[in-house]
């Protein structure tokens, strides 16, 4: 029979209102939201983690395989914290030549760029298909 301690639990108090943060600027052209993505402490210009809140696997693996795409990132992984919250980090390690936010930045334009292929293609293939379907 398990013994009888006292609870240790202690009241938390309740948490301050937010308010609406102010976007970061990194070098004039990429602009970090502190309420969806941040810096995780001890980054540097060639190494940091970035917490995205409110993502998954979803964007973490196609995110990962556009970043890790560009010569100049040594490398790029992505985990979930923990399964019950929205949260994904993504590290990024860079060669001399370039910083994270430059690598983070074009693995962006790039994942765009796919969708807009693979959006245009399936645009084609469906109309290419209501075509047919009305001969």
Do not use: W
């Not at 938390?12 to 102010?22: E, F, L, Q, W």
């Not at 962006?108 to 293609?121: E, Q």
């Amino acid at each position: 029979m398990p013994s009888q301690r006292p609870s240790q639990d202690q009241p938390m108090p309740d948490a301050s209102a937010r308010t609406s943060p102010t976007p970061t600027t990194y070098n004039n052209d990429i602009v970090i939201n502190e309420e969806r993505i941040r810096v995780l402490p001890g980054a540097s210009e060639t190494a940091a983690s970035f917490e995205f809140e409110g993502e998954d696997h979803t964007l973490g693996n196609a995110l990962r395989c556009m970043i890790m795409k560009n010569p100049e990132v040594e490398l790029c992984g992505y985990s979930i914290p923990h399964p019950s919250e929205a949260k994904m980090n993504v590290r990024i390690q860079t060669y001399d030549g370039t910083t994270v936010y430059d690598a983070i930045e074009k693995g962006f334009d790039d994942l765009v760029d796919l969708c807009d292929v693979v959006a245009d293609k399936f645009t084609a293939a469906r109309n290419a298909f209501a075509a047919k379907a009305h001969e």
